[in-house]
């Protein structure tokens, strides 16, 4: 594992936490040869399953933004969850942009975010990989072990770190239960919660319930200047929102 993940993690991890992301990892590797079609993203630089683990050091990751999937193709797909490889941008990232600037002033037009994941925000999905002959609720299921593990040791650090939840099924998982907010606010742990900032049923615009609790619509959420509010007050740098210029 050790050119997969950065050393920060590996060294965060059990010996049983560790050994269940090589398992996975092993098997994906072993369905690579077994069939005919790629299962995403493939394994090359700047790029594979656990690319967001290589790229964002555990000790210094200060902002979580929850993913669904890779996309379905390997010239976009690159393991950093809303990010596409080529630079492109896709409605839910344009919409993600038009936040951006009208929250921050910030136009980005580069829908790579690797200079998101270098300040230490971890662009994690909830499937870390895709194959089209799996439906998305298998995919869930095969990571939901492994996402757990990454999430739960980002919880437990006892250091500052910004969530933000976009859409239902983020909002929706159990380690994020809205009745624990209050409690994980107590620990330096703050939950942005939002609809998704999808196109889908004008998504980006809608309100939605999380348990009994009403969140806002993505669009007008703030949730950038929030996030680097709340950095600041903990003596954290802010996370600089732009795409195009960092090296």
């Given at each position: 594992?050790?050119n ?7 060294e965060?991890l ?10 996975k ?6 369905r690579r040869?077994?069939?005919d079609?790629?299962?995403l993203p493939?394994?090359e630089e ?15 990751i200060?902002?979580?933004i929850?993913g ?11 393991g ?13 990232l ?9 929250n ?7 829908g790579?975010l690797?200079?998101?994941a ?9 499937a870390l990989?895709f ?6 609720t ?15 040791k980002?919880l437990n650090?006892k ?13 929706t998982m159990?380690?994020?239960?809205i ?22 049923g ?9 348990q ?22 903990a ?7 732009r ?5």
């Open positions: 594992m050790e997969i993940i950065a050393k920060s993690w590996l965060a059990n010996k049983d936490e560790a050994q269940i992301l090589k398992e990892w092993d098997e994906i590797q072993k040869q077994a069939i079609d790629e299962i493939l394994e700047n790029s594979g399953i656990y690319n967001a683990l290589k790229l964002s050091e555990f000790d210094k200060k902002v979580l929850i669904q999937d890779p996309y379905p193709n390997k010239e976009d797909a690159h950093l969850a809303f990010s596409k490889k080529t630079g492109g941008v896709p409605a839910s344009k919409n993600i942009f038009k936040e951006i600037e009208a921050t002033g910030i136009k980005n037009t580069n790579n690797l200079n998101w270098k300040q230490g925000v971890l662009l994690l999905n909830r990989s194959e089209k002959t799996l439906t998305l298998k995919r869930l299921r095969f990571w939901e072990d492994v996402v757990n593990i990454i999430i739960q980002l650090r250091k500052p770190l910004v969530v933000m939840l976009w859409g239902g099924p983020a909002n159990e380690i994020f239960n009745e624990k907010d209050e409690e994980y606010k107590k620990n330096g742990i703050y939950i942005l919660r939002s609809s998704h900032p999808s196109n889908m004008n998504a980006k615009n809608t309100r939605i319930m999380v009994n609790k009403e969140a806002d619509a993505f669009m007008g959420c703030k949730h950038f200047s929030k996030c680097n509010e709340i950095l600041k007050e003596g954290i740098t802010p996370v600089d929102w795409t195009e210029i960092l090296n």
